[in-house]
């Protein structure tokens, strides 16, 4: 929240009508607890908002660009100087055509495809364990009052606790 004030992209985020969320109820098996976001020792907010990531993405990019950044899809980084007073930057396109793009600085969000640490040669990065994940689809069968909407709920299923641990559920 803090991040996206800064950013100057909270309104169009907040104008974006995500669901609100005030705090996380965290159960296994018979046992429950919640987190309120409003119980805390610091300065900040008591809520953030439950968002459908693609969408969500989507919102920021275009907020991004209407703030004037450049942005460019379907471009592959290939190669990355920070050897002199700017970053430089190599892209190729879908065309296989080669630009160089000066910034003031670098965010790298890919994650765990580690294009920044690659590209650099930051061999201690490599060491992360591989990353995997789970998706399905849950349908909602919850009476609406039965539980408290602008919260995030995770469940553990204690059957299948290892889940993402490198081991096989089946």
Known sequence: MEYLE???MLGAVE???FQIKTALPSGVASSYTEFDFSDKFSDGWSYTY???????DHLLALEAQRQGADLRFRHEVVAVD???????VTIKDEQGNISIIEAGFILDAS????VLPRLLGWKGLQTFPVRGALFTHVEDQIPPTAFDRNKIRIDVQPDNHHCGTGDSVQ
Do not use: E, K, M
């Open 6 to 8: 800064q950013a100057d």
């Open 15 to 17: 104008r974006a009508g």
């Open 50 to 56: 439950q968002v459908p990531r693609a969408r969500f």
């Open 82 to 88: 920070v050897s002199g007073p700017r970053p430089r």
């Open 111 to 114: 994650g765990f495809g580690r």
